[in-house]
């Protein structure tokens, strides 16, 4: 008795435990899946800690630096009207009031600031006056007052404030708006990253639900489509589902984060977990009907399906081990994810939906034991075999006219499948990356408008960060250097439209000049607002060169973007600080660039990485040539087409789709093992390669085409997501399961008919050998 059917035999003998630890399972899930942390696009989860690039971002820009403003559009025929500067000034000063706020810009506070440094009292004054004020040849007024016609009122946060601060602060901002009371006449749009971020929050919050629910309307659709055969056809849903439920108290226990990446683990993980459920009820509904004997059904089913689900499990997970080499940490963490969950949906259907199907079947008992035995001496051929072929359902008999038909045109079938593979594998590296995250919401959000309108107003809101250190930043030299090197870059690069330091304002206070003294700089330096200087100036040791460069992130993309920051590290190399000073990038574009630079540009490395995995494991399970080949050449099929479809149909990656490689991986070797392992377990049985593939075909077709199609049903529900990024996952994530579909009745059973009938002759010659030998 092998290890297989002892645990079918301990299975079928101990439902009450299994039940009982099913329960405790479920409650400590529940318990630790409260306690899962939500980090969404935070530096964490993008950047590991131990980096120098997370150090400088995170210990010295966003601790000393960082802030991101909450934008006030204002419009009206004439922005500097002085009633609409006093209500502009009112709503300032309340907002500099609330908790968070580092401090207000406005046209409003630099007309009031203006009027208290001549008259003493800090107010609005006449039109008269305020034109004079505002006629000054300042950065700041050019910035926030583009014409007469439009301004913009900016209230900073730092980047350290949480999710629910943030939306506090809007809430507050938007309040204020209403008790200032500006003329009817004025426009006035809340609008900024915080804004914007907060709405996009809430609008995908809302969808999420009519999604799911479409989502599951549509693989219980599926199931009864396809999986009507078998009794209990919808019981894989839950079973699947418990499997997830656990998983989100395992991410609990670990404390695994939920991000952007990760969550989406979660559908891949029903798709591939939802087959393992599948193929045992599929099989323990074949043993029954022989048998009539549920215990009996029980033992036959473990024995004969966990080894090819576990290898199955393993090649699977060799897929998702390759996303564990990522310098992304939110990347790793959906490659642990989709790892613990396998594993969870696996003993969830082992043990939780055969123990189920054995109670069912125990209960319902509609056939008698006799019955069944009846049927099964009825099925048996000559020499006590069963015989498994029968007519069929449809699904089978086409499946298996398909698989004849690609067995006798082999030669035009590889040949088409190759060419097609090699042009898409070529195609895949001209697919665009869409790292712009305002292009994966919907195009007609109101807030997104909102951002944009001020985006075209006043420019783009991208900057660049260059992080100065030095023993003492008022050092003449440190801040005639920062001067001069901001001066170069805004000739030389196209890119940068200007800059903001520490040595710029101090320069500005002074008429335009530096002064060549220490004393005399500290003195300019300590005069200036303090809501001013801090932004650029920590201390004595630590300053920060503004770039600004508009919408050029936006514009010019991932590899535009990643050029032009190497070309400024060209620069700082040809254009060197003063000794003992270090200058550093750093701030959110930088780190949005260099993550998603190692996002898209290493999935190909992580994906031949995964085949090479799965293919020393399936050698090292096997220690067989072909069988180690057989599962891995369809998949390189499938990665090929998937490039092709996305080149031809206009498609872009995004962070979601960069993960495909490890989805094939995974969808597709489970597809490939499973009919393997039944094509060699019916070879066994009947000898006869093109017998044992009809059976094989026959017996396990419906199953896979059933997880196959559930599972695409299931993301045909993110297509209706408004978010271009979901409906973009859920239609590449559709077409790899077709492919992979496809590929397994298709190229993969030539494959496996062809080096199975080239295989026979060796070992029929091997054979003859030895026997002669042994003789």
């Known amino acids: 008795m092998d290890c297989a059917e002892r645990l079918g035999r301990w299975v079928a003998q101990n439902p009450i435990l299994i039940i009982a630890a099913t329960l405790l399972l479920t409650s400590v899930s529940i318990h630790y899946a409260q306690q899962i942390e939500m980090q969404g696009l935070a530096t964490e989860s993008m950047v590991g800690k131990d980096s120098s690039l997370y150090q400088i971002y995170e210990h010295l820009y966003v601790q000393n630096f960082g802030t991101e403003s909450i934008a006030i559009l204002i419009e009206a025929d004439d922005v500097t009207e002085p009633e609409i500067l006093r209500r502009m000034l009112l709503f300032s000063d309340r907002m500099k009031e609330a908790p968070g706020v580092l401090s207000v810009t ?32 300042s950065p700041i007024l050019a910035a926030i ?36 009371s500006f003329p009817a006449d004025t426009r006035l749009t809340l609008t900024g990253q915080p804004a914007l971020m907060n709405s996009i929050t809430a609008e995908m919050a809302k969808s999420n639900a009519p ?70 009820q599929n099989r323990i509904n074949e043993e029954f009907i022989r048998t009539g004997l549920a215990q009996r059904a029980v033992i036959q089913t473990v024995k004969h399906v966990t080894k090819p689900v576990i290898i199955a499990l393993i090649i699977t997970s060799m897929g ?73 359902t449809i699904i089978e008999l086409m499946l298996g006219r398909i698989s004849a038909f690609c067995i006798m045109r082999w030669q035009l079938i590889l040949a088409a499948a190759l060419l097609l593979a090699l042009a898409g594998i070529y195609s895949d590296t001209q697919v665009p990356v869409d790292t712009d995250f305002k292009n994966y919401v919907p195009q007609d959000l109101p807030p997104l408008i909102d951002f944009r309108h001020m985006s075209e107003t006043f420019g783009g809101t991208d900057s660049i960060h260059l992080l100065v250190q030095a023993d003492d930043i008022t050092d003449p030299g440190v801040l005639q250097w920062m001067d001069e090197f901001s001066i170069y870059l805004k000739r030389s690069r196209d890119q940068i439209l200007g800059y903001t330091s520490i040595a710029s304002l101090a320069k500005g206070a002074n008429q335009g000049v530096l002064p060549e003294d220490r004393t005399t700089i500290r003195e300019l330096i300590n005069a200036l607002p303090p809501s001013r200087r801090d932004i650029y100036l920590d201390g004595r040791n630590t300053a920060i060169i503004d770039l600004d460069v508009g919408q050029t992130i936006s514009n010019l993309g991932t590899e535009g973007s990643d050029r032009l920051m190497k070309e400024i590290e060209k620069d700082i190399a040809w254009n060197p600080p003063p000794a003992g000073v270090a200058v550093r990038m750093t701030g959110d574009s930088v780190v949005m660039t260099t993550v998603i630079t190692a996002l898209t540009k290493g999935r190909t490395e992580m994906t031949l990485l995964g ?55 995974g969808v597709g070797s489970e597809y490939a093992i499973l009919m393997m392992e039944r094509f060699y377990e019916e070879l066994e049985s009947t000898g006869d390669p093109e017998e044992a593939l009809s059976i094989a075909t026959k017996a396990i077709g419906s199953a896979l085409i059933a997880s196959g199609l559930t599972t695409i049903f299931g993301f045909v529900a993110l297509i209706s997501s408004p978010f271009n990024i979901t409906n973009n996952f859920g239609m590449v994530t559709v077409l790899a399961i077709l492919f992979a579909l496809a590929t397994t009745f298709t190229v993969f059973v030539v494959l496996l008919f062809r080096m199975e009938l080239r295989r026979k002759p060796v070992k029929s010659a091997i054979a003859k050998i030895s026997q002669a030998l042994w003789h």
């Open 320 to 392: 998702f081990l390759s996303l564990l080499t990522s310098s992304i940490p939110m990347v790793r963490d959906f490659g642990l994810v989709c790892l613990i969950g396998l594993v969870l949906c696996f003993l969830s259907a082992l043990f939780v939906g055969v123990t189920t199907l054995s109670i069912l079947m125990e209960k319902t008992h509609h056939r008698r034991p006799e019955e069944g035995c009846a049927s099964r001496d009825m099925n048996e051929k000559e020499g006590g075999e069963i015989d498994r072929g029968g007519e069929g």
């Open 145 to 180: 007052l583009p014409d007469r016609s439009h301004t913009m009122l900016s209230i900073e946060l730092p980047v350290s404030l949480t999710e629910s601060e943030k939306r506090e602060l809007h809430q507050e901002a938007n309040g204020q708006l209403q008790l200032a």
């Open 211 to 280: 999604i799911l629910l479409l989502a599951g309307f549509l693989m219980i659709v599926a199931l009864l489509m396809t999986f009507s055969q078998v009794r209990w056809p919808l019981l894989p849903i839950p079973i699947v589902f418990l499997g997830v439920g656990w998983t989100f108290g395992a991410m609990g226990l670990l404390q695994i984060p939920f991000t952007m990446v990760s969550m989406s683990a979660f559908p891949i993980l029903i798709g591939i977990g939802i087959d393992y459920a599948i193929q045992f």
């Open 611 to 665: 085949l090479l995995l799965i293919f020393i494991v399936l050698l090292a399970i096997y220690r067989d040539l072909i069988k180690a080949l057989l599962p891995v050449l369809p998949m390189l099929v499938v990665i090929g087409w998937m490039g092709g479809v996305m080149y031809l149909s206009g498609m872009k990656y995004t962070p979601l789709t960069a993960c495909l490689g490890a989805l094939i991986l």
């Open 106 to 137: 406005s046209i409003a506070d630099i007309v009031a600031d203006g009027e208290k440094e001549s008259s003493g009292r800090r107010s609005i004054p006449d039109q008269e006056r305020i034109a004079e004020i505002l006629s000054a040849d």
